[in-house]
């Protein structure tokens, strides 16, 4: 008998809120969506604090396949690509959603919300950023990362070799087409997951 939480079956759930916001309002590709539902299912986070809200696609998606997640989601829109309106736009009732620049209100909300986990889902982020983020992740003991875009060149060795977060699993950026360029389809975005280091 088919778990409700095997692959094909996760995959086709995921398949449906992708089908149902659009492909342009999540920023998952299928394949690193349902490893990022498997893998929030094993950590069972009970607060979840995501960066990039976005529409709110990924804040559906996770929502609906963690029920009893307390969710908080953050995104000031940057650069003004998307109106304080839509940001959100997709979220289900009971998503705790904050309209400010992460870079300034991060320490400020982590410390009123306490979440175990994170989300990282933010574009171009220099490993300084990056660096920044996870310091002030384990300064306030989050004990679980999940990092979207964890592919990017500039930030891979210092990724694999962090101080104070071990990444305990990585799924690169792939394509259903490697051999030819054109019309190659990417199906996963980089993807990977980090538990807080007992010492450092
Ligand atoms: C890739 S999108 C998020 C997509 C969303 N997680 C989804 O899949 O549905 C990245 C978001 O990060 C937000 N962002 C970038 N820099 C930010 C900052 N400094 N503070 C707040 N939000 C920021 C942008 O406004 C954008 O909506």
Redo the contacts with the bound molecule.
Sequence with gaps: MKSENDFKTIEKRVQNIINQVSDR????KLMDAVILIIWLKRINPKILL??????????KLIMSELPNIEFHT??????K??SEEA?GEFLPDGAHKYY????EDLDKLLKKIKPDTIYI???NQSQGQIDWLFKSFHLYNVEWIVLHNSHKKHYRAYLENNKYYEELYYLPKLYNKPKSEKGRKTISIGLSVFRIKDEY
């Design positions: 309002y999540i920023s998952n995501e960066l990039g809200t976005g529409h709110g696609g990924s804040g953050i995104d000031n829109g940057h650069g690509h998307i940001v400010n620049n992460i870079y889902d933010l574009p």
